[in-house]
């Protein structure tokens, strides 16, 4: 990705006011023998080690807090990773960027921001508890005790998502509809479930511009909740991905032809495979730079999910970076034939049949793997080799799937549902 001038001059910016403010930063730089006067060009930035949760744990809160600001602040907002990577992260940041982050990010789907600027904002939000700043888990909690300030109505739904009982979805799909929300903000996986529930129940929910984001969205739970929408009797339903960081707000959306781009107005940003620049087509770690002057800035921040710049221009025309997301880093597989297998490629290789409604792939070691499969009325045993065969090809001729139907499959201890988990020994 090319660095303009501009992003560059707001670069050196961020680095000098880090450099400055930040204790960290201060030490940081100084152990590698820098100062921000030895940044003279674009590619000196790749002389600045890059930066990681770990750096911003052990320097909490003084370390890694900008001169000037206390965690007392008014205007300070308190953010906790949920733990997708089994590390949890408290962090905090002004309250009016990360807002501008998320507005300025909108504007890559026309839709999303028309409903995210909404007067009065109405959004649904369902995902896993652990991702809401209200206790939504608790049975006997009330819409008025999980509404939140920016109007935002958090979903009532258990930590362990398939053993939410079906009164808390149907209160869940009550309080949509009396709450006629401008916008759903959803978990895929969740927001499936729940589109799956309102099918049985006969339950027609609002039409509203859809963001997913928190995990995966696979095409299994995207034509889950489109189908769903359809059979409402809505057309033209628009199902925006997001990726987003407890640390850092919004970092890329779905444009109107279905496509992610990086938000490169609010921060620098970087793919890297090893220590280098990741060419169009290959997949890298993004790590992003804030731009903002913020009470914890970033610098070359790893975010811990994969991308792959694409080699050719979106037909939306926006000028920011296009990309496809690739999975976690802590999710990459390896097998003895394929050492280099993304999240998606397994995601790909299962698609979205109608006789699937969940599934979790874990990989037990680089010679095998297991399959847990919750399948539906329209299941037969013969259409299991139209995702087998798939996945064989993708992870070698050797490699061993064992397969198995089930009821419930748990999901992880951060409340988050992993359609894709790695070898235990990488976690």
């Known amino acids: 990705?090319?660095?303009?001038?501009?992003?560059?001059?707001?670069?050196?910016?961020?680095?000098?006011?880090?450099?400055?403010?930040?204790?960290?930063?201060?030490?940081?730089?100084?152990?590698?023998?820098?100062?921000?006067?030895?940044?003279?060009?674009?590619?000196?930035?790749?002389?600045?080690?890059?930066?990681?949760?770990?750096?911003?744990?052990?320097?909490?809160?003084?370390?890694?807090?900008?001169?000037?600001?206390?965690?007392?602040?008014?205007?300070?907002?308190?953010?906790?990773?949920?733990?997708?990577?089994?590390?949890?992260?408290?962090?905090?940041?002004?309250?009016?960027?990360?807002?501008?982050?998320?507005?300025?990010?909108?504007?890559?789907?026309?839709?999303?921001?028309?409903?995210?600027?909404?007067?009065?904002?109405?959004?649904?939000?369902?995902?896993a508890p652990n991702c809401s700043d209200v206790e939504c888990a608790n049975p006997n909690s009330s819409m008025q005790d999980r509404m939140l300030s920016d109007g935002t109505l958090v979903l009532p739904v258990y930590h362990d998502l398939l053993t939410t009982p079906e009164f808390m979805l149907d209160r869940a799909l009550e309080e949509i509809c009396l709450y006629q929300p401008n916008l759903y903000y959803v978990d895929p996986t969740h927001?499936?479930?729940?589109?799956?529930?309102?099918?049985?129940?006969?339950?027609?929910?609002?039409?509203?511009?859809?963001?997913?984001?928190?995990?995966?969205?696979?095409?299994?739970?995207?034509?889950?909740?489109?189908?769903?929408?359809?059979?409402?009797?809505?057309?033209?339903?628009?199902?925006?991905?997001?990726?987003?960081?407890?640390?850092?707000?919004?970092?890329?959306?779905?444009?109107?032809?279905?496509?992610?781009?990086?938000?490169?107005?609010?921060?620098?940003?970087?793919?890297?495979?090893?220590?280098?620049?990741?060419?169009?087509?290959?997949?890298?770690?993004?790590?992003?730079?804030?731009?903002?002057?913020?009470?914890?800035?970033?610098?070359?921040?790893r975010t811990g999910d994969t991308f792959v710049l694409k080699p050719q221009d979106c037909p939306c025309g926006l000028p920011h970076p296009a990309v496809d997301w690739a999975g976690r880093v802590s999710e990459q597989l390896s097998t003895t034939e394929y050492p280099h297998i993304h999240p998606y490629q397994i995601h790909q290789a299962i698609g979205a049949p109608d006789w699937l409604d969940l599934y979790q792939f874990t990989q037990l070691s680089a010679d095998k793997s297991c399959l847990l499969l919750i399948v539906n009325q329209h299941y037969q045993a013969v259409k299991l080799l139209d995702i087998l065969a798939p996945l064989q090809q993708l992870l070698g001729k050797q490699h061993e799937i064992e397969h198995q139907l089930v009821g419930y499959i748990a999901t992880e201890r951060s409340g988050k549902f992993q359609c894709v988990r790695a070898m235990t020994d990488k976690y």
């Open 1 to 127: 990705m090319l660095i303009n001038l501009l992003q560059f001059d707001r670069f050196i910016q961020e680095l000098e006011y880090a450099f400055e403010r930040v204790p960290f930063y201060s030490k940081h730089l100084a152990a590698a023998g820098l100062t921000p006067d030895d940044i003279i060009e674009p590619e000196d930035i790749q002389r600045i080690p890059p930066t990681e949760k770990k750096d911003y744990r052990r320097n909490f809160p003084a370390g890694v807090l900008a001169a000037g600001y206390k965690l007392s602040d008014e205007g300070l907002v308190k953010s906790q990773s949920s733990g997708t990577s089994g590390e949890r992260l408290i962090t905090y940041e002004l309250g009016m960027l990360l807002m501008d982050r998320a507005l300025t990010c909108t504007g890559i789907h026309p839709a999303v921001e028309a409903a995210f600027a909404a007067t009065p904002r109405k959004i649904c939000r369902f995902a």
């Open 191 to 301: 927001f499936a479930l729940l589109m799956r529930h309102a099918i049985k129940r006969g339950i027609r929910v609002p039409q509203a511009p859809l963001v997913a984001t928190y995990t995966a969205i696979t095409p299994l739970n995207r034509k889950q909740i489109l189908d769903a929408f359809a059979s409402f009797g809505y057309t033209g339903t628009v199902f925006s991905a997001l990726v987003s960081s407890s640390e850092m707000g919004w970092l890329a959306l779905d444009c109107p032809h279905g496509q992610l781009h990086l938000n490169s107005d609010c921060y620098l940003t970087e793919l890297l495979s090893g220590d280098r620049i990741t060419t169009p087509g290959e997949v890298g770690e993004l790590l992003i730079s804030s731009l903002d002057n913020g009470a914890v800035p970033h610098i070359r921040y």
